[in-house]
Every structure is written in structure tokens, then in C-alpha cells.
């Protein structure tokens, strides 16, 4: 089994490096230990059935047992391609749920005392709160697609750090796009921008690097989320609030699947389905005032026979 393993891996050239990465980490620390002297002849339904169950009895999440099937699932459907096997035994076996993680929203006070609190870093804050971006995209973002007049960053470049390494390349085709930010923003970016080159990177690390998430979290982001009294706090849960403050604003599925560059505007609602909650009501009170509207005429229309009726009797 491993060395099928091995030629999965070695077989999928097109693979992002982190992708890679994050397939190799599964492969050597769930699948090898388990799997790895097994013959693929031996794999059955209730052997991984059990391997499944087991890892949801260590208190595995939901998610991870799936990623682990997941992987466990794509190296069977390469042995039946290579016609090493002729069935992908995982497809009959039952997944555990996965738990939906609770997201946190910050509202604007809260905003303000993460801003207050970070040190000289509030253009950081305030740009991942009120545009979205994600952290790659944040640490990609050059000079270049900075458009004060027009009030825009155009997202074109990711940087990433995988296994240490600083992977920079362009976003998928659908997370292209122009990001709206507030005008607030306009002058602190234009004193922040001065002096920088087209190419150079607008946000970089305390000591003028490329930004990393470990970094800027160990020198000052987490320090600053627990003195506003949110520890625990990440960048990527900013986006969460970005929508939050977007929507509270009137603004519509559409707007901000494009600003956070979700593929499409059913995955905003997947994700943020009880930040439109707004919406119910509003429909409730409509229906409500229409409802009104129906009886009030019904009742005058039902009035309105009763007296032709009347009338109709008394000629008689």
C-alpha cells in the first residue's frame, strides 16, 4: 500500500505546492502508519470502516477523519485505474458529520480596540476588517494594485509560506477581483504608500519583510487581540467580520461573494446564511403588510355584496 501511496503522489505533477504538502503530511502520518504493509487486496469496507470509527473514538474531528478518508479514498481510486484493484472500497463507507466551527464577528467598537491596541499597525487591522482580504492576499498585495482614486486594490498576487518556504503566485480565477475599500482609508494609504515602488509589497512584516501569519501573530497580532479582549483571535476570522459590517450596511449576497471572491454567490450564503437573518424579517413584514392589504380589500369587497344583496331584497 505504500508504495501505491508513493505513486499517487508522484503521479498528480499539477499539484500547488501546498496541496502537496498538505496530501504528503496525510500519506506519512495517517495512511502509512495504518495502511502501509496492508496489500490492496486486503482493503475491505469494514476494515476501513473500523479505521474510521476508531479515529472518531480518539476524538478526532469530523473533518479530519474526512480528509484522512478522503486521501485514503483518491490513492484507491488511482490502484483502479492502474488496475491494481477492481472496486475503491472506501465508497461505501460512512463519513462522520463535520462540526461546523462557530465564527465571531467583531462589531465596529470592537474593530476600533483591535486598531487601538496593535501599535503601529491599524492600517493592517483596519483593511483586513473592512475589506476581507484574505492573509495571502494581504501579504500579495503590491503597490500596483493600490487605486486611491478609483478606491480599490486589485487582487492579483498571493504570497504563502509552506514548510518555511514563501510560495508567491496569482489567486484562482474567481478570487481575481477589485476590492472596494472606504474612503477613511484613502489618506492613511497615501502617507503609508509614500516612498514605496510599484513592485514593492504595501504591508510587510515589523522589520520591512514579507509578511508571514506566524510572525505577525507572534510579534504583535496576538498580544493586540487579547488586549481588546479577543484572544485567540486570527487574521482569516477578519473576513468573517468584513462581511458582518458589509451586510449590516444593506449590502447584497452578490457584493460581498465578489469582495471576499467566493466562487459563487450560493457559497456566501452556505457560509454566512445568519448574517441575512435581517432579511427573514424584512420579508415577514412585508408579507404582513401585504396580508392587510389582501383582507382590507376582501373585506370591503365582501361588504360591498352584502349591501348589493340588501338592495336587491328591499326592491322585491
Same mark, same amino acid.
Request: some cysteine; charged content about 25%.
Given at each position: 500500500?505504500?508504495?501505491?501511496?508513493?505513486?499517487?503522489? $508522484?503521479?498528480?505533477?499539477?499539484?500547488?505546492?501546498?496541496?502537496?504538502?498538505?496530501?504528503?503530511?496525510?500519506?506519512?502520518?495517517?495512511?502509512?502508519?495504518?495502511?502501509?504493509?496492508?496489500?490492496?487486496?486486503?482493503?475491505?469496507h469494514?476494515?476501513?470502516?473500523?479505521?474510521?470509527?476508531?479515529?472518531?473514538?480518539?476524538g478526532?474531528?469530523?473533518g479530519? *477523519?474526512?480528509?484522512?478518508?478522503?486521501?485514503?479514498?483518491?490513492i484507491?481510486?488511482? $490502484?483502479?485505474?492502474?488496475?491494481?484493484?477492481?472496486?475503491?472500497?472506501? =465508497?461505501t463507507?460512512?463519513?462522520?458529520?463535520?462540526?461546523?466551527?462557530?465564527?465571531?464577528?467583531?462589531?465596529?467598537?470592537? *474593530?476600533?480596540?483591535?486598531?487601538?491596541?496593535?501599535?503601529?499597525?491599524?492600517?493592517?487591522?483596519?483593511?483586513?476588517?473592512?475589506?476581507?482580504?484574505?492573509?495571502?492576499? =494581504?501579504a500579495?498585495?503590491?503597490?500596483s494594485?493600490?487605486?486611491?482614486?478609483?478606491r480599490?486594490?486589485?487582487?492579483?498576487?498571493?504570497?504563502?509560506?509552506?514548510?518555511?518556504?514563501?510560495?508567491?503566485?496569482?489567486?484562482?480565477?474567481?478570487?481575481?477581483?477589485?476590492?472596494?475599500?472606504?474612503?477613511?482609508?484613502?489618506?492613511?494609504?497615501?502617507?503609508?504608500?509614500?516612498?514605496?515602488?510599484?513592485?514593492?509589497?504595501?504591508f510587510?512584516?515589523t522589520?520591512g519583510?514579507?509578511?508571514?501569519?506566524?510572525?505577525?501573530?507572534?510579534?504583535?497580532w496576538?498580544?493586540?487581540?487579547?488586549a481588546?479582549?479577543?484572544?485567540g483571535?486570527?487574521?482569516?476570522?477578519?473576513?468573517?467580520?468584513? $462581511?458582518?459590517?458589509?451586510?449590516?450596511?444593506? $449590502?447584497? *449576497?452578490?457584493?460581498?461573494?465578489?469582495?471576499?471572491?467566493?466562487?459563487k454567490?450560493?457559497?456566501?450564503?452556505?457560509?454566512?446564511?445568519?448574517l441575512?437573518?435581517?432579511?427573514?424579517?424584512?420579508?415577514?413584514?412585508?408579507?404582513?403588510?401585504?396580508?392587510?392589504g389582501?383582507a382590507?380589500?376582501?373585506?370591503?369587497?365582501?361588504?360591498?355584496?352584502?349591501?348589493?344583496?340588501?338592495?336587491?331584497?328591499?326592491?322585491?
Open positions: 500500500m505504500a508504495k501505491v501511496a508513493e505513486a499517487w503522489i $508522484a503521479g498528480n505533477p499539477s499539484w500547488e505546492k501546498s496541496t502537496r504538502t498538505r496530501y504528503e503530511g496525510i500519506v506519512r502520518t495517517h495512511i502509512k502508519p495504518v495502511w502501509g504493509e496492508i496489500r490492496l487486496s486486503d482493503l475491505t469494514d476494515t476501513i470502516q473500523d479505521w474510521v470509527t476508531r479515529q472518531v473514538e480518539a478526532a474531528a469530523g479530519t *477523519v474526512r480528509k484522512n478518508l478522503g486521501v485514503l479514498s483518491q484507491c481510486d488511482y $490502484a483502479v485505474v492502474s488496475r491494481r484493484i477492481a472496486v475503491n472500497p472506501c =465508497l463507507v460512512k463519513r462522520p458529520k463535520q462540526g461546523l466551527a462557530g465564527r465571531r464577528y467583531l462589531s465596529g467598537l470592537e *474593530v476600533e480596540r483591535l486598531a487601538e491596541t496593535s501599535g503601529g499597525n491599524w492600517l493592517t487591522v483596519m483593511v483586513l476588517a473592512y475589506c476581507g482580504l484574505r492573509f495571502a492576499e =494581504l500579495g498585495l503590491q503597490v494594485g493600490v487605486h486611491l482614486s478609483r480599490r486594490f486589485q487582487i492579483e498576487r498571493t504570497i504563502t509560506e509552506v514548510d518555511g518556504t514563501l510560495v508567491i503566485k496569482a489567486p484562482k480565477d474567481h478570487q481575481r477581483r477589485s476590492v472596494p475599500f472606504p474612503e477613511f482609508l484613502v489618506k492613511p494609504l497615501t502617507e503609508h504608500l509614500e516612498g514605496k515602488g510599484a513592485d514593492d509589497e504595501v510587510t512584516s522589520r519583510g514579507v509578511l508571514r501569519v506566524r510572525n505577525m501573530r507572534r510579534d504583535w496576538d498580544a493586540s487581540a487579547t481588546a479582549e479577543r484572544s483571535l486570527t487574521p482569516h476570522e477578519m473576513r468573517h467580520t468584513a $462581511a458582518s459590517l458589509a451586510v449590516s450596511q444593506g $449590502a447584497s *449576497v452578490l457584493a460581498v461573494q465578489r469582495m471576499l471572491g467566493h466562487d454567490p450560493s457559497t456566501t450564503l452556505d457560509v454566512y446564511s445568519d441575512f437573518d435581517d432579511d427573514l424579517d424584512e420579508v415577514a413584514t412585508r408579507l404582513d403588510s401585504a396580508r392587510a389582501f382590507t380589500a376582501y373585506s370591503l369587497r365582501t361588504d360591498g355584496d352584502c349591501e348589493e344583496g340588501d338592495s336587491q331584497r328591499s326592491s322585491v
